[in-house]
């Protein structure tokens, strides 16, 4: 007997780490982002690879937050899930943290096909701060993880093309505001998850968009994919085409074989059908394969280096086997960005399920065999009819609500008026971070905070920053104006606007700390420096309690703050502004490294070093950053410990 597909809630348990408050200061900087390369290099690229590589890279995180509150301590915590299956496949949704796939088990063979991590682990790796491994991810936006990675996605029970269930997520992707959903279903005994995307722009003029779909998997497979080539981005941070699956006497195809951490994107020949897989020494594995449209595929590797090996271990729990990444996207590289056009959609259909084929053996010959596979279990056409099956669906309104979203996409509807069929954005999903915004909307005058605290978001679409231009220029609107101002690129008025705000502003350190970080920008970091002085020494005065809002202001600014003074060698005003800092903040790995950095700028090298001895974990170590390499080498000639080495090139010392 068939046993029909079931979406059911589930709570899952794990060791996890607090995601805490996001920073409520402004992202006003420019990404950190490592891919990138050099304009010289696209002359010998594919034309449309070289283009979308210029095309609207991401310049700003605004509007959204950056999301550093989180620590390192686990404790069992409870995760919501939700839990689709038939009688071949389970796959466990979590709806709260960016509607991940933590597992993905084929019942009949009891065999997870995701790497599947046992902890709930932030790392700063996501655009906008926290991201977690493990699972299959769905990235947009822009090049990198998702500012959603650790975000709520609206989910709901949905009628599937076959008459069955499907599971819903979505939710406003307000980095390009754009609109997505992500619809799951198992047609009744399939061994294949199926999964409709579709991406909207409901705006009158084109919009860069951005998609890969990342699946985490165990790095002992090797990686099959129909390519001969692919486009290899490594730790000289270039793009440049090597050969499938060897290069310089190595096959790439095993992860473990890559010395440094890369990402290999091949270069799948038109008309040839898309799919990846990774599979075990016995040929097991997971395949992953699509319609068309998703043209791209990937494989990340971390590599076997002691950088390498130090961040596997950082994003899980000792004893945990390491992981690789096989992905999937719109273009044939994550560093490119593609033409949206204005009031329409991209859509695609994906499958993920499990493959059995041989794995070793001549390239090609293994290629074929383990196609040949997959064609015999789920051939292109049934690819190409459930995507044409589901298309109608994907308009079908939902059903049982099973998790909610953010109340953004219920103000943008409510704006502009929108009729987005399949995904709804009701009001009953707006709150107090909206609320703000919403009366500026219905009233044209952004309300002034009824108590003392950190500003809220700012919302810096061009339809926002018009409204705040003709609202009531109070100290709150100015500020806000100026946050808008400063992603437009107009730099000039946003500093005035910051400047027109501390003439009556009440509270003056959200207004300091920007100009300060305007004149950073600008070169002048002596002026920055006692700006931000002020500002830290404003933001204490005006500090009402030991609560989380208040903590995660003082903490975001103290640390900018230091880093400012030491920056101009003002070293005895960063030791006031660090005994000003509460004790468990001066705790934090990352206030650990500051204070290493203060003593050395003291001229105390025995305390610095005593404070790397003592050991810390700075939570939110960038991924790809060399701060603690490069104090260390300030400090000895010693070889960086194996704790502190994250270094993930070879050059970075």
């Not at 490592?34 to 095309?55: N, S």
């Not at 593609?338 to 010959?365: F, K, N, Q």
């Not at 640390?559 to 934090?588: G, H, I, N, Y």
Request: some cysteine.
């Amino acid at each position: 007997m068939v046993i029909v597909t079931r979406i059911r809630r589930e709570v899952l348990t794990l060791p996890a780490a607090q995601l805490g408050p996001d920073n409520p200061l402004p992202p006003l900087r420019p990404l950190d982002e490592v891919h990138c390369t050099d304009e010289r290099e696209r002359e010998d690229m594919p034309r449309d690879m070289a283009r979308q590589l210029g095309y609207e890279p991401l310049r700003s995180l605004l509007p959204a937050r950056v999301r550093d509150g989180y620590g390192r301590a686990r404790e069992p915590r409870a995760l919501d899930a939700l839990v689709i299956e038939n009688d071949r496949l389970r796959a466990t949704v979590l709806p709260g943290l960016g509607g991940r796939i933590a597992s993905l088990v084929h019942l009949p063979t009891r065999r997870e096909l995701l790497y599947r991590n046992p902890v709930f682990q932030p790392a700063n790796f996501a655009l906008n701060g926290a991201w977690y491994s493990g699972g299959i991810e769905w990235n947009i936006g822009a090049t990198g993880h998702t500012t959603l990675s650790c975000a709520p996605l609206h989910a709901a029970r949905v009628p599937a093309p076959d008459g069955g269930e499907m599971l819903r997520l979505w939710e406003w992707e307000r980095l390009r505001d754009l609109p997505f959903q992500v619809d799951l279903w198992l047609p009744d005994g399939s061994d294949f998850l199926h999964v409709g995307v579709r991406i909207r722009n409901p705006h009158e003029h084109p919009v860069p968009t951005y998609w890969w779909s990342n699946t985490a998997v165990p790095e002992d497979r090797r990686i099959l994919v129909p390519a001969e080539e692919a486009w290899q981005f490594g730790h000289e941070r270039r793009l440049r085409r090597v050969p499938v699956p060897s290069y310089d006497g190595v096959d790439r195809t095993h992860p473990l074989n890559s010395p440094y951490a890369a990402d290999y994107f091949y270069e799948v020949p038109d008309g040839r059908r898309r799919w990846i897989a990774a599979l075990d020494a016995d040929g097991h594995g997971l395949v992953q394969t699509s319609t068309d449209v998703l043209r791209g595929r990937k494989l990340f590797v971390w590599g076997s280096g002691p950088g390498g090996r130090r961040w596997q271990q950082w994003l899980t729990e000792p004893g945990t086997g390491g992981y690789c990444e096989i992905q999937a996207g719109l273009a044939r590289t994550q560093l490119e960005h593609v033409r949206l056009e204005p009031e329409s959609e991209m859509s695609w259909l994906e499958a993920y399920g499990p493959l059995d084929a041989p794995r070793d053996g001549e390239w090609t010959t293994v290629v074929r065999g383990a196609e040949e596979r997959l064609d015999a279990a789920l051939p292109r056409t049934r690819i190409e009819e459930a995507y044409a099956a589901w298309k109608p669906y994907a308009d079908a309104e939902p059903g049982e609500v099973l998790a909610a979203g953010s109340g953004w996409g219920a103000l943008e509807v409510l704006r502009a008026d929108r009729k987005l069929p399949g995904t709804p954005f009701p009001e009953s999903t707006l709150g107090e971070a909206e609320a703000p915004w919403l009366e500026l909307l219905r009233t044209g005058c952004l309300p002034e905070p009824r108590r003392v605290r950190p500003p809220g978001q700012t919302l810096v679409a061009p339809h926002w920053r018009d409204m705040l231009e003709t609202a009531p220029a109070t100290p709150h609107t100015e500020y806000h104006l100026g946050v808008a101002q400063w992603h437009a690129g107009d730099r000039a008025q946003a500093v005035r606007s910051w400047e027109r705000a501390l003439q009556l502003a009440p509270s003056l350190w959200p207004s300091l700390r920007c100009l300060a970080v305007a004149d950073q920008e600008s070169g002048h970091h002596e002026r920055a420096a006692e700006r931000y002085a002020e500002a830290f020494d404003d933001l204490c005065r005006e500090r009402r309690d030991d609560g989380e809002a208040w903590t995660a202001a003082v903490a975001a600014l103290g640390s900018e703050t230091l880093q400012a003074l030491l920056r101009v060698r003002r070293t005895a005003d960063a030791r006031a502004v660090w005994e000003r800092l509460r004790p468990a903040v001066r705790r934090r790995g990352r206030f650990r490294l500051l204070e290493a950095e203060l003593l050395l700028a003291e001229g105390r090298r025995a305390g610095a070093r005593a404070v790397f001895e003592d050991g810390f974990e700075p939570a939110d170590l960038r991924e790809g950053a060399d701060a603690i390499g490069r104090l260390w080498a300030r400090l000895t000639d010693e070889p960086l410990p194996a704790p502190y080495d994250f270094r993930m090139r070879p050059d970075a010392s």
